[in-house]
């Protein structure tokens, strides 16, 4: 098993920066991939970013790209979603997830490929 805690969220202006941060304990040796997701209700639960646990690879939504960026601290076991120039439209509750899912090319986006999860953090930007 692999246990994800999260930090780091709260209220922010339009145009403010956050710093989620997501560290991982118990069974780490297998986690290949780490993601971020969010989720607003009534709505499905969004990919924002993703990056290789060994590092390199990284993905992002087209809403995020340019403005967020995530990132990974092994020796800590903690991953970032580092987020600037924050809009209303990013205000949801940000998930932490832990991928075993292997692939040479792909990094995956679907959240049915994630089977470890955080807690959820609240994310507020206000116009």
């Known amino acids: 098993q692999v246990q994800l805690v999260e930090s780091g969220g709260g209220l922010v202006q339009a145009g403010g920066s956050l710093r989620l941060s997501c560290t991982a304990s118990?069974?780490?040796?297998?986690?290949?991939?780490m993601a971020w997701f969010r989720k607003v209700a009534g709505e499905e639960q969004e990919f924002v970013a993703g990056?290789?646990?060994?590092?390199?690879?990284?993905s992002y939504a087209d809403s995020v790209k340019g403005r967020f960026s995530i990132s990974g601290d092994n020796a800590k076991n903690t991953v970032y979603l580092q987020m600037n120039n924050l809009k209303p439209e990013d205000t949801a509750v940000y998930f932490c997830?832990?991928?075993?899912?292997?692939?040479?090319?792909?990094?995956?986006?679907?959240?049915?490929?994630?089977?470890?999860w955080g807690q959820g953090s609240q994310v507020t930007v206000s116009s």
């Open positions: 990056t290789r646990w060994s590092g390199g690879t990284t």
């Open positions: 997830a832990a991928s075993t899912y292997s692939h040479p090319a792909i990094l995956p986006t679907a959240r049915e490929r994630y089977r470890y």
């Open positions: 118990g069974r780490t040796f297998s986690i290949r991939v």
